[in-house]
């Protein structure tokens, strides 16, 4: 096990720009061309043309795996060093990949104005995108020092928009609990209405409002829990509740309510 660190920027982010970000570096007046492009890999210096019909730039990766804050046997006994393992390292990139590989095919798609596996490309860079979000966020609710529970205003807004903390955590656990196949439950900040609403997500993008922000996201994928409880994930969403972190959930509900929708 080593341990990881959080790397700079929030999770989630973007890592790069799109294009150009972080490639390797070129010799001046050298260009990025796409595979059997006409232009020679090197030509006389010219004035920047970012994007010439015809010619896409090679794209950096834009998202990247984030590394954990703590060890991956921290959470043990509640979550074993072995899934946390292999759900980081394993499956947490492979949703990095897929994001970073349907952004390419899509631009590939549009240089050679060939859309017809457009939907795939869509739904694809839809599931990987979240996966990617939800993934980093899941990883900042959970710590070794976690399990406290919430005060000042994530308390105050809980008790506003659903009675009390033990009613939020039991919204959540069954919203978890009861999802038909793979999926999330989430509390996310609703800024069309300002208030936390939970939602029972299928896969990562699906039956998920617009424009709601993610605060606290429960992964009720088999992969998050199988090897340690079995079916039992019931047990799996309970035991979360001793290393879940608040402080990073207050944290994000500070920055969501400073978000808008202009929907009026
Ligand atoms: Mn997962």
């Excluded at 990025?32 to 994007?51: M, W």
Aim: with cysteine; charged share 20%.
């Amino acid at each position: 096990m080593r341990p990881r660190r959080i790397s700079g920027g929030a999770p989630g982010s973007p890592g790069g720009d799109v294009a150009g970000g972080e490639g390797p570096e070129l010799a001046e007046g050298e260009r990025r061309t796409v595979a059997g492009g006409s232009a020679p890999a090197t030509t006389p210096r010219r004035p920047p043309d970012p994007l010439p019909l015809g010619r896409v730039a090679v794209m950096s990766e834009t998202y990247k795996l984030p590394d954990l804050s703590y060890d991956y046997g921290a959470l043990e006994p509640h979550v074993t060093g072995k899934i946390m393992e292999l759900h980081h390292d394993k499956h947490h990139a492979a949703y990095v990949t897929g994001a970073n590989t349907a952004l390419e095919k899509l631009a590939e798609a549009r240089d050679k104005n060939d859309f017809g596996t457009i939907g795939k490309l869509e739904k694809d860079f839809a599931f990987h995108l979240s996966g990617h979000v939800l993934h980093s966020i899941f990883w900042t609710n959970l710590g070794p020092d976690g399990g406290g529970e919430p005060s000042g205003p994530l308390l105050d807004q809980i008790g506003t928009d659903f009675g009390s903390y033990d009613k939020f955590r039991a919204q959540l656990n069954q919203a978890a609990s009861t999802i038909q196949g793979s999926g999330w439950a989430l509390a996310s900040w609703e800024p069309a209405s300002s208030r936390i609403v939970v939602q029972q997500v299928y896969d990562h993008q699906g039956n998920h409002g617009q424009g709601t922000l993610p605060l606290l996201a429960i992964d009720a994928w088999e992969h998050a829990y199988s090897l340690q409880y079995q079916n039992n994930k019931a047990s799996f969403f309970d035991a979360l509740w001793a290393v879940a972190c608040c402080a990073g959930v207050a944290r994000r509900l500070d920055s969501a309510k400073g978000a808008s929708i202009p929907v009026k």
